[in-house]
């Protein structure tokens, strides 16, 4: 399995970006897949997980960022509208294969290369 992140860039405070996230190869639809984000100096945190069911966020994003996924085209997005400076960080989409939600990086089997989102104040 292969992910590849693509849609970071800069923005300014309040502004959005979309993230995708595709995937190569293994089972998708009943897999999990998550975002996470690592910021300078900082550990890797949870941002949003889907699987075929449901969603989950950090509290941190909730009512801000939208996670979903399009599993005909083997692609999860991670939609961040209203943008903070405090959001500027790698961001990395994961699957886990056991296909339930969970916020711990260790449970996550495949990791993209990441995406560099930075939000200017």
């Known amino acids: 399995v292969q992910l590849q992140a693509f849609g970071g860039g800069l923005v300014q405070a309040g502004g959005f970006l979309r993230l995708s996230c595709a995937a190569s190869?293994?089972?998708?639809?009943?897999?999990?897949m998550g975002w996470f984000r690592q910021a300078p100096g900082k550990e890797r945190e949870f941002v949003a997980a889907?699987?075929?069911?449901?969603?989950y966020y950090a509290d941190s994003v909730k009512g801000r960022f939208t996670i979903s996924r399009d599993n005909a085209k083997n692609t999860v997005y991670l939609q961040m509208n209203s943008l903070k400076p405090e959001d500027t960080a790698l961001y990395y989409c994961?699957?886990?294969?056991?296909?339930?939600?969970?916020?711990?990086?260790?449970?996550?089997?495949?990791w993209g290369q990441g995406t560099l989102v930075t939000v200017s104040s």
């Open positions: 889907v699987t075929w069911a449901r969603t």
């Open positions: 190869r293994g089972t998708f639809s009943s897999a999990a």
């Open positions: 994961a699957r886990r294969s056991y296909g339930t939600i969970s916020t711990l990086a260790a449970e996550y089997d495949y």
